[in-house]
T-cell receptor
């Protein structure tokens, strides 16, 4: 089973709203990732968590706040977003990070629209 | 600086024929390569990978070839099926260190269309 689940599937929010994206995996993976993907572009890495600790922040604006409550869950808290933040947000997980089991498995994504 | 390049934005193939998708990279630290398939509004699906210690890896209809000296890899799909129509992303990682250590670097993707 290589399933990563994400909720919600779609999200529309205003620029003053606070919302959260959720990601879950039950593969026992110890690394989890957030990516942002714009139309006709490749995924862009935002954050990497390894063993529930933030390992990489790709200079993402503070209006995006990641959280890893436990090894199976990853959240992305959104606040005061801009219309240009509208995109497909992808979660991924891998067996480990910076090791030999780093094939990443992606969830279906959350389609976010900021009005 | 685009370290992973897929120079063909699109490829059109007849059903039953071979599809060949190409990918070039510039970072000599890359030592692990993956191919993902993506349908619109869905997440990428892992297809196949290859380590730099190999030059070929096969999984059913999918074969990936790696030419380290040319810094080139290709994905062969034989026979191609209409359900293979999707965007294909090549990705690379550096498992030994460097600025790309622990990250996947993606190409821009190639849209494959398989006609019945």
């Amino acid at each position: 089973d290589t399933e990563v689940t994400q909720t919600p599937k779609h999200l529309v929010m205003g620029m003053t709203n606070k919302k959260s994206l959720k990601c879950e995996q039950h593969m026992g993976h110890r690394a989890m990732y957030w990516y942002k993907q714009k139309a006709k572009k490749p995924p862009e890495l935002m954050f990497v968590y390894s063993y529930e600790k933030l390992s990489i922040n790709e200079s993402v604006p503070s209006r995006f706040s990641p959280e890893c409550p436990n090894s199976s869950l990853l959240n992305l808290h959104l606040h005061a977003l801009q219309p240009e933040d509208s995109a497909l947000y992808l979660c991924a997980s891998s067996q480990d990070w910076r090791g030999r089991g780093e094939t990443q498995y992606f969830g279906p994504g959350t389609r976010l629209l900021v009005l | 600086d685009q370290q992973v390049k897929q120079n063909s934005p699109s490829l059109s193939v007849q059903e039953g024929r071979i599809s060949i998708l190409n990918c070039d990279y510039t970072n000599s630290m890359f030592d692990y390569f993956l191919w993902y398939k993506k349908y619109p509004a869905e997440g990428p699906t892992f297809l196949i990978s290859i380590s730099s210690i190999k030059d070929k890896n096969e999984d059913g209809r999918f074969t990936v070839f790696l030419n380290k000296s040319a810094k080139h890899l290709s994905l062969h799909i034989v026979p191609s099926q209409p359900g293979d129509s999707a965007v294909y992303f090549c990705a690379a990682s550096a498992r030994a260190g460097g600025t790309s250590y622990g990250k996947l670097t993606f190409g821009q993707g190639t849209i494959l269309t398989v006609h019945p």
